[in-house]
């Protein structure tokens, strides 16, 4: 997925532009990681990738795309970009301390 999604609509709130624009992001993430794995593979990873423009992207983790969406929100701009591309991964063991 790599789509810039508009928060300014003449007759829709922000607010609910915000909440469509997550639903879209949580159906994209739940239909990806529902695909078939490739063999020897053990889950779907996200490289995520956010910012205000296309441009101005940088990486992210999975799990803090809407806290950014809320930053954008709160700052009332007008649309922000969003890259997410899945890829499949093996576990690795956590390094011993």
Known sequence: ???TFSLSHPKIKPARKV???K???NKYLKRERGKKLP????FWGFNCQFGETEESK???????IFAKID???K???ESF????LADPRKRTKKPKA
């Open 1 to 3: 997925m790599k789509k």
């Open 19 to 21: 909440e469509a624009a």
């Open 23 to 25: 639903g879209e992001i």
């Open 39 to 42: 063999e020897g593979f053990d």
């Open 58 to 64: 940088a990486a992210v983790h999975e799990s803090e």
């Open 71 to 73: 930053a954008i929100e």
């Open 75 to 77: 700052e009332n701009k």
């Open 81 to 84: 970009y969003l890259e997410i």
